[in-house]
């Protein structure tokens, strides 16, 4: 009896399961069978492309959309009319997400109505760009693929580039290259065949090898050379060079690769030199001896049975400075037609040495991208990565901006902070948006910061250019000393936060003058920047100067400064008993350099020296010297000015 219950309780369960498994199929299947009748019946968008696949980006493309009735997603023959252009939105977007600009018209039939609608839009950027149609009646996304174009010599490039890489012999150098079309694409499937290494004015054959890493989208190449010197080279593409395809490769032996290292150990740098001789001069015997530190090349004389040094002269390791080895001379060059040779058995080692520090002060690259990299990382490392920060809360008014501002960052600790800005009577919380009004606010206040007597902070140097803005020499009263500090702390708030990433960088909305961002990055001041921060006078002046014999103007190394009514005031040297130094066609370089000097740096010395003070509270200085005047200027402005694209 038990068992005869058992088997009839297990029977109706199965029935039981039998019985729901046939609903929810059934059901199913009419779910299923609704929605194919639902989804493909009635007015439907059809899409039809008037390109072949792949296409190649830079063209602009068409594609036609047209409705039609479908019953069980079969069209009906004949398109539905459009009652206007508007009844269907278009929307594209490219792969990194940004919304493509598009174009669309109505094409009509002979009885007026609108038949088609066609669309049309531009491509930049290989990858997927997504099209989507909405209407009221249907939505469709379609994704078409696009690849990236010819490649562009201009634009590909080598990556890590050095103009002068030290290697070691036998030993394989790593070139690094990036194939990108016109615009910045990279293009993945370039040949490796048709780049070419040529050495250009060399003995050496390098052994070369070369690979192909699809992953990280470039070509790697492998040099080795089996014999020490230095040797030219160019790389090209499809036979032409690339625009920064030359390059030098000084190779060293083994023993002479272990000695340049060891120079160049911070412990070693007070006893490592090369003793050297300087050809020209009057004491032909007499040696020197050049020691090369990480921020300078120092050349050292020994008086008194070489017991008592003498700085001879000095250069600095970093832009700017040329060092050139021709066989055992090494030429050794700045901006301002300062100059040596040296001669020695060790040239080879003293010029490696110096390629070696440079690429250590650089981060190992000479692309600005590359060096900007460095040195936010370098910011970061310096402040042990602060991701979490504290915050200050600053509560300003629009009224009195620089004075409040001014008053609560005094503290030069508080500057690392966060700052959230509160504009007094005003609602909102700060979620980047005000503490960037803020920046962009105080930092046009305290430039443009005029004294009682009208005197702005920063001016321009001549009228033609009032976009540039310079130190004024006439601002140097106590309470001046304190707005250029600020300034510059602005600045070095600008720099620090930028570090933290794209979404954090703050640009200055002022420009400044190429002579004073040289002062910034501790280069020397040369005429030709007054091409770009006076024309007027590079026009009236220095180019008249720079093209013809000065020795019939009667002109010495004097400069006349006038007042503000255009009263002759003082004549002052610009050398050293400069009244008495005639300008000839021999030193008319070095009075213009002269000129410079005092014009764009003397007269604004005390100045400059505050705004790197303030600067520097955050920004340390030998940090800044990786970068040029106009790489400095892109650092802290953005790309307008300079290129349009990053």
């Not at 020695?344 to 520090?357: I, M, N």
């Amino acid at each position: 009896m038990v068992t005869m219950y058992r088997f009839l309780r297990l029977y109706i369960l199965r029935l039981t399961i039998l019985i729901i498994y046939g609903a929810m199929t059934g059901m199913l299947a009419i779910k299923w069978l609704w929605n194919l009748i639902y989804n493909n019946t009635g007015r439907k968008l059809q899409v039809e492309w008037l390109w072949d696949q792949p296409k190649a980006v830079g063209a602009t493309v068409s594609f036609l959309i047209s409705k039609r009735f479908c019953l069980f997603g079969l069209p009906f023959p004949g398109n539905v009319p459009f009652g206007s252009v508007n009844e269907i939105a278009v929307s594209i977007t490219n792969p990194e997400g940004l919304v493509c600009p598009c174009s669309c018209e109505s094409q009509h039939k002979e009885n007026g109505e609108i038949e088609l609608i066609r669309c049309s839009f531009t491509t930049r950027s290989s990858g997927v760009y997504a099209v989507t149609l909405t209407a009221a009646f249907n939505t469709r996304t379609f994704g078409r693929p696009f690849v990236a174009g010819e490649v562009s010599l201009a634009k590909s490039r080598l990556l890590g580039y050095c103009s002068t890489v030290v290697a070691e012999i036998g030993i394989p150098v790593n070139l690094t290259f990036q194939p990108r079309d016109t615009f910045g694409n990279i293009c993945l499937d370039s040949a490796p065949s048709k780049c070419q290494i040529i050495p250009t004015s060399a003995d050496n054959s390098p052994t070369l090898q070369i690979s192909y890493k699809v992953k990280t989208e470039v070509v790697e190449f492998y040099l080795t050379l089996e014999t020490p010197g230095l040797s030219n080279y160019v790389f090209k593409y499809d036979g032409q060079p690339i625009s920064n395809g030359e390059f030098k490769i000084l190779a060293l032996t083994k023993s002479d690769s272990q000695v340049v290292n060891k120079n160049l150990d911070r412990r070693n740098h007070r006893d490592a030199y090369y003793t050297c001789r300087i050809p020209d001069s009057k004491k032909p015997k007499n040696k020197v001896y050049c020691y090369i530190k990480p921020r300078q090349l120092s050349i050292y004389d020994y008086m008194f049975f070489n017991l008592i040094p003498v700085k001879r002269t000095a250069f600095r390791v970093g832009q700017g400075t040329s060092v050139e080895l021709l066989g055992n001379r090494v030429s050794i060059s700045d901006s301002t037609e300062h100059s040596v040779t040296l001669v020695s058995e060790e040239a080879s080692l003293l010029a490696a040495s110096y390629f070696r520090q440079l690429q250590l002060n650089m981060g190992g690259s000479e692309t600005f991208e590359d060096k900007s990299r460095f040195f936010y990382n370098a910011i970061q490392s310096h402040y042990n990565n602060p991701v979490s920060r504290k915050s200050l809360s600053l509560k300003v008014s629009r009224d009195d901006l620089l004075a409040n501002s001014m008053r609560a960052t005094i503290s030069s600790r508080v500057w690392q902070d966060r700052f959230v800005v509160h504009f007094l009577g005003e609602a909102g919380l700060d979620y980047g948006g005000v503490g960037r009004e803020w920046f962009q606010l105080v930092t046009l206040a305290v430039f443009n910061h005029t004294d009682p007597r009208g005197q702005p902070l920063f001016a321009p140097l001549c009228s033609s250019n009032q976009a540039l803005l310079h130190p004024n020499p006439d601002r140097r009263s106590p309470s001046d000393w304190k707005l250029f500090e600020f300034a510059g702390r602005l600045v070095g708030k600008a720099l620090y936060e930028s570090s933290f990433g794209r979404a954090s960088r703050l640009l200055l909305p002022v420009h400044l003058t190429r002579s004073f961002l040289a002062q910034i990055v501790d280069l020397p001041v040369t005429y030709s920047l007054f091409s770009t921060d006076d024309p007027e006078f590079y026009v009236s002046k220095v180019r008249y100067l720079v093209e013809n014999n000065p020795e019939d103007l009667d002109l010495y190394f004097t400069e006349d400064i006038y007042t503000n009514d255009g009263r002759l005031e003082k004549t002052v040297d610009i050398v050293h008993n400069g009244k008495k130094i005639r300008v000839k066609e021999t030193n008319k370089l070095e009075y213009l350099n002269a000129i410079a000097k005092f014009r764009l740096s003397t007269q604004v010395e005390q100045q400059t020296k505050q705004f790197v003070s303030g600067l520097s509270n955050l920004i340390l200085s030998q940090l800044l010297g990786v970068f040029n005047e106009s790489e400095l200027e892109l650092l802290l402005c953005g790309a307008a000015r300079l290129i349009s694209r990053i």
